[in-house]
C-alpha cells in the first residue's frame, strides 16, 4: 500500500557531501512524520534527524550541525542533506515514514536502506 524508494547513497571521502531522498508512493491520504534512522556495522539501528509535517525537525546530537532534514509536502518526499561527513557516518541509511492511508488506517515504513561509507 506504501512504497517507499530510497537513493542517493555511495561513496564519499572525508569532509565530503552526499544527499539522500526517500520518495513515499501508494494509497498515502497524509504524512505526520518522516526520519532518517542508520545502523553502522555492529551497532544498533539510531535516529539521526525527523521532521514533522509541519516542519519540526530534531537531530542526533553527532550530526547536529552537519546534517539537514527536508520534505516536499507535495512530492511527498524526504531528504537528508549530509556535509562534513565523517568515517563515523558510515552506515546503511533507512527513511522511515508514518501517516494516514485511504483507508484511513495509520502506517509506518521504512525504506529498503541505503549504504553510505565514508572513507579515502
Known amino acids: 500500500q506504501v512504497q517507499l524508494v530510497e537513493s542517493g547513497g555511495g561513496l564519499v571521502q572525508p569532509g565530503g557531501s552526499l544527499r539522500l531522498s526517500c520518495a513515499a508512493s501508494g494509497s498515502i491520504l497524509s504524512i505526520y512524520a518522516m526520519g532518517w534512522y542508520r545502523r553502522a556495522p555492529g551497532k544498533q539501528r539510531e535516529l539521526v534527524a525527523g521532521?514533522?509535517?509541519?516542519?519540526?525537525?530534531n537531530y542526533a546530537g553527532s550530526v547536529k550541525g552537519r546534517f539537514t532534514i527536508s520534505r516536499d509536502n507535495a512530492k511527498k518526499t524526504v531528504y537528508l542533506q549530509m556535509n562534513s561527513l565523517k568515517p563515523d557516518d558510515t552506515a546503511v541509511y533507512y527513511c522511515?515514514?508514518?501517516?494516514?492511508?485511504?483507508?484511513?488506517?495509520?502506517?509506518?515504513?521504512w525504506g529498503q536502506g541505503t549504504q553510505v561509507t565514508v572513507s579515502s
Open positions: 521532521i514533522t509535517s509541519g516542519g519540526s525537525t
Open positions: 522511515n515514514v508514518r501517516g494516514i492511508l485511504d483507508s484511513d488506517a495509520s502506517f509506518d515504513y
